[in-house]
């Protein structure tokens, strides 16, 4: 994901982010409704009794929130990034249109 962002658009990044975070909750759902199995490559399960569903849930739900909370910052901040430097390189654009050539390279040097 770190790469997308950097790679494609904001709007694309966020329409995969959501399309992921969908695909993830439906099979949670799936899973806790007994549709689909639990760790089907496993033998036999971790805890032989029950899933322990609320303590999943809890260790998943807390995880999620961070991730959400990740991918949010990360792409708001890349999006922030971007944005920065499109206003940069239209004033430096206009600094070299309306500004003697001299005089311009100065102030664009610092």
Not at 15 to 27: D, E, K, P, Q, S
Request: proline share 3%.
């Amino acid at each position: 994901m770190v790469i997308g962002v950097l790679l494609f658009d904001v709007r694309i990044i966020r329409a995969c982010a959501f399309t992921l975070l969908a695909i993830v909750v439906m099979a949670t759902v799936a899973e806790q409704l007994g549709v689909v199995p639990y760790a089907p490559f496993y033998a036999e399960s971790a805890v032989e009794a029950s899933h322990l569903a609320t303590f999943r849930l809890l260790v998943l739900a807390l995880a999620f929130v961070i991730l959400v909370g990740s991918a949010i910052f990360l792409i708001e901040s890349t999006d922030l990034l971007r944005d920065r430097e499109r206003k940069l390189r239209r004033a430096n654009d206009l600094i070299r249109r309306y500004v003697p050539t001299q005089l311009a390279e100065r102030i664009l040097a610092g």
